[in-house]
């Protein structure tokens, strides 16, 4: 698997932009989507790497 810089960009904006809907105020649907994206994205990178079979590329 390869993870380019602009996935791990991507995954840290989801990560931003859930952080920002479950500490503003957001109705408990978005908050629930906020979590999944969260998530989601946590568990896509943490496999990855602990698969060891992550090369980070800048293309």
């Given amino acids: 698997m390869t993870v380019t810089l602009a996935d791990i960009i991507r ?5 931003e932009l859930a952080r920002a809907a479950l500490t503003h105020g957001a109705s408990p649907e978005a908050r629930g989507d906020a ?3 969260c998530t989601a994205a946590v568990i896509g990178l943490k496999s990855a790497i602990d698969a060891e079979r992550v090369n980070v590329t800048t293309a």
């Fill in 35 to 37: 979590r999944g994206a």
């Fill in 11 to 15: 995954a840290l904006n989801a990560l």
